[in-house]
């Protein structure tokens, strides 16, 4: 997938993407109501990170095959199969 079309796509998603500086207010904001002991922010913080940063890589994943179906459909070759042609034509150019 072209990096500006897969750049576009994920900033759209920005809104969805777990920052450190939320994720510590949350654990902080946990801590002052109780929910969450002290000695356990900073596990709660790395954990948080971790799912948000899985999320991400699995939202990545499915916005990649979704666009490379629509690709096909709408038979717009894809980077691979330009390459391809491209040194096929290299090829027969050097002949």
Do not use: Y
Request: charged share 45%.
């Amino acid at each position: 997938m072209s990096d500006l079309i897969k750049k576009t796509i994920l900033v759209g998603f920005g809104a969805l993407v777990l920052t450190r500086e939320k994720a510590e207010k949350l654990a902080k904001d946990l801590v002052k109501r109780g929910e969450l002991a002290k000695t356990e922010e900073a596990k709660f913080v790395k954990d948080l990170m971790k799912k948000a940063e899985k999320g991400r890589v699995e939202a990545e994943k499915r916005i990649e095959k979704i666009v490379e179906k629509t690709l096909i459909k709408l038979n717009i070759p894809t980077r691979k199969e330009l390459d391809a042609l491209k040194a096929k034509i290299d090829k027969l150019s050097r002949k």
